[in-house]
T-cell receptor
Framework: AQKVTQAQTEISVVEKEDVTLDCVYE???????LFWYKQPPSGELVFLIR??????QNEISGRYSWNFQKSTSSFNFTITASQVVDSAVYFC??????????????FGTGTRLQVTL | DGGITQSPKYLFRKEGQNVTLSCEQN?????MYWYRQDPGQGLRLIYY???????QKGDIAEGYSVSREKKESFPLTVTSAQKNPTAFYLC?????????????FGEGSRLTVL
């Protein structure tokens, strides 16, 4: 069975602060994919990143960065110099890699980020 | 623009009534999904379909039914057998990719049972 834990239910920061959202996962699969999605108030989830379990390189995209550590089963997400537009619910998700068309993601419970002026 | 369209955005239902939520995509994706979102519980998979005329149960399929007669459409029926149907429902489709394709989501349908 797979599990994704996002222990931080809600985080509040002031604009320009850095913030890290934690994600810890459990899986017995040797090959898997990890994802981060953003859910703004409009409701739809927006894809942010996908990471293969074989690729432990950290990734940076603008103000966003991701730290994947297989040894601790974590895939943390950092927003540098946060902005009000970053306010949203962020979900971490996991799926085993297998031959098939469907992506059966297991989602964490989400972290609500509130960025204020 | 390509994307996922869900309707209605808000829906109210009396207990004992079936209701159907619409999901249409013009992304030419083979796979489509229905998720349920409850406060504090994240997203849970209800049903998914990898191809037309085929679908499989997800983790919480009881009380729900789906059909996939066209590639573009994947409607979800919430039946009277669903004990606690009030929730936010999200439809998604995915690109092919070793079972790990990126999911594209609609804006959701919020169902309230009165």
């Amino acid at each position: 069975a797979q599990k994704v834990t996002q222990a931080q239910t809600e985080i509040s920061v002031v604009e320009k602060e850095d913030v890290t959202l934690d994600c810890v996962y459990e899986t017995r699969d040797t090959t898997y994919y990890l994802f981060w999605y953003k859910q703004p108030p409009s409701g739809e989830l927006v894809f942010l990143i996908r990471r293969n379990s074989f690729d432990e390189q950290n990734e940076i995209s603008g103000r966003y960065s991701w730290n994947f550590q297989k040894s601790t089963s974590s895939f943390n997400f950092t927003i540098t110099a946060s902005q009000v537009v970053d306010s949203a619910v962020y979900f971490c998700a996991l799926t085993p890699a297998y031959t098939g068309t469907a992506s059966k993601l297991t989602f964490g419970t989400g972290t609500r980020l509130q960025v204020t002026l | 623009d390509g994307g996922i369209t869900q309707s209605p955005k808000y829906l109210f239902r009396k207990e004992g009534q079936n209701v159907t939520l619409s999901c249409e995509q013009n992304l030419n994706h083979d796979a489509m999904y229905w998720y349920r979102q409850d406060p504090g519980q994240g997203l849970r998979l209800i049903y998914y379909s990898q191809i037309v005329n085929d679908f499989q149960k997800g983790d919480i399929a009881e009380g729900y039914s789906v059909s996939r007669e066209k590639k573009e459409s994947f409607p979800l029926t919430v039946t009277s057998a669903q004990k606690n149907p009030t929730a936010f429902y999200l439809c998604a489709s995915s690109t092919p990719g070793d079972g790990a394709g990126e999911l594209f989501f609609g804006e959701g349908s919020r169902l309230t049972v009165l």
